[in-house]
């Protein structure tokens, strides 16, 4: 162990691990160790964090829940943070804005806006994963998009500093956005529109359903691999291209949706990689579209 690591770890005591798998981090459960792993206890001491290691030249990866995150076989060098149950608390601040931690999952998002009698956020219970990176992707399904609903964001810098970004500080495009790499997010603000729980847990469910029926469940998966084209949808090209059977190791194509690639039991991150690779190149030769991914794939190249 280096100095800087001895020094890190003496500081951060338990909330910082050297070498720490990460296949359990992610819904694939696959990838290698991070150098530095490092899960905050409050916003003071991730602060404290990312001062102590401005001037390490350290490369800064966040992990949210880990739903759309393949992480490769070797690893990650440098940092990843990871935001716990500390940043997942959700507050009403009036009747139809929710105040909401960056690791709160979306679907208790959905569900206490239900609660309060809030509409227009039941989209979010069909969507995988945490508020931060709903927000750094721009996640949404069945005509919604989280930033159709977002006020504004609070985020520290790289060197600890706080900020808020207010909605049309942001450009927001298909499954993306401008907010810098660098930047880690805290909390959003979102805002609703006032119905009756009852109108609002009907919605919820008819999504939930209709999630149910086109989507896998309880698989080792990283969600929609592909970004839908503006002409066709991502399943339909891999169909049609004759790619939905394709296989590599224990790295296969879901049966009921072929976006969906899935760890089989014992895959390895370079199974999923290739099989997305050979989807691509099989797609662009048959029809000229070049797929971009959904999905992050993070770490070290071997």
């Known amino acids: 162990m280096n100095i800087e690591k001895k020094y890190l770890k003496e500081k951060f005591g338990k909330n910082l691990i050297i070498k720490e798998n990460l296949s359990k981090y992610n819904w694939f459960n696959l990838g290698g160790p991070a150098d530095i792993f490092f899960r905050p206890e409050n916003k003071d001491q991730l602060k404290d964090f990312l001062q102590n290691i401005k001037n390490l030249n350290l490369k800064i990866n966040i ?40 690791a709160t999952l979306d679907k208790k998002v959905s ?12 989209f979010l219970s069909c969507i995988p994963g945490s508020i931060g990176g709903a927000i750094i992707m721009n996640s949404g399904c069945y005509g919604s998009e989280i930033s159709q609903i977002l006020i504004s964001i609070k985020i520290l810098d790289q060197f600890g500093n706080e900020k808020e970004l207010k909605r049309d500080e942001i450009e927001f495009f298909y499954r993306g956005c401008n907010i810098p790499k660098e930047y880690l ?76 690639f899935i760890n089989n039991g014992n895959a390895k991150t370079s199974d999923v990689e290739q099989l997305i690779n050979k989807v691509k190149k099989e797609v662009y030769n048959k029809t000229g579209i070049n797929l971009e991914l959904e999905i992050k794939i993070i770490g070290n190249e071997k």
């Open 63 to 102: 992990i949210g829940a880990g739903s759309n995150t393949l992480i490769r076989d070797s690893g990650i060098k440098g940092v990843v943070i990871k935001l716990g149950s500390k940043f997942s608390q959700i507050k009403l601040i009036s009747n139809n804005v929710l105040e909401v931690g960056a």
């Open 111 to 122: 569900d206490f806006a239900k609660e309060n009698n809030i509409s227009n956020m039941e």
């Open 185 to 260: 997010i805290l909390s959003a603000k979102l805002k609703g529109t006032l119905s009756s729980k009852k109108l609002v847990a009907k919605k919820q469910e008819e999504l939930i359903e209709r999630k149910k029926m086109s989507q896998p469940s309880r698989i080792k998966t990283g969600g929609s691999t592909f970004k839908n084209h503006k002409h066709k949808k991502a399943w339909e090209l891999i169909k049609e291209s004759g790619c939905d059977k394709f296989s590599i190791g224990d790295a296969k194509i879901s049966e009921k949706h072929s976006n969906f």
